[in-house]
């Protein structure tokens, strides 16, 4: 099972970038997903899941700003970015809870500049 996440950058404050996470091995499904940060010195923190009963959810810090979404038949996941700011700088990961396990995506650094 992979998950390879892509489309982090540098993008300057207010501009846009979305997240792809594609799935091999497995399938995302109607399962928990989800997007997670890591900022430098920090821990990793949730940034918006689905959940299995398809209910997203969002950290107060991005709620209005990202916008969590999925395509089953395309098996990916994406994470949309606008009116990005300096504090969203942070490697992000992408999840996938399944059966009892939770998998992992490589994680892609986005940067934002001020």
């Known amino acids: 099972v992979q998950l390879q996440a892509s489309g982090g950058g540098l993008v300057q404050a207010g501009g846009s970038l979305r997240l792809a996470c594609a799935a091999s091995g497995t399938t995302f499904g109607y399962n928990a997903v989800g997007w997670y940060r890591q900022a430098p010195g920090k821990q990793r923190e949730v940034v918006a899941r689905?959940?299995?009963?398809?209910?997203?959810n969002y950290a107060d810090a991005v709620k209005g700003r990202f916008t969590i979404s999925r395509d089953i038949r395309k098996n990916t996941l994406y994470l949309q970015m606008d009116s990005l700011k300096p504090e969203d700088t942070a490697i992000y990961y992408c999840?996938?809870?399944?059966?009892?396990?939770?998998?992992w995506g490589q994680g892609t650094l986005v940067t934002v500049s001020s």
């Open positions: 999840n996938l809870a399944k059966n009892r396990k939770e998998y």
């Open positions: 689905i959940s299995s009963d398809r209910t997203a």
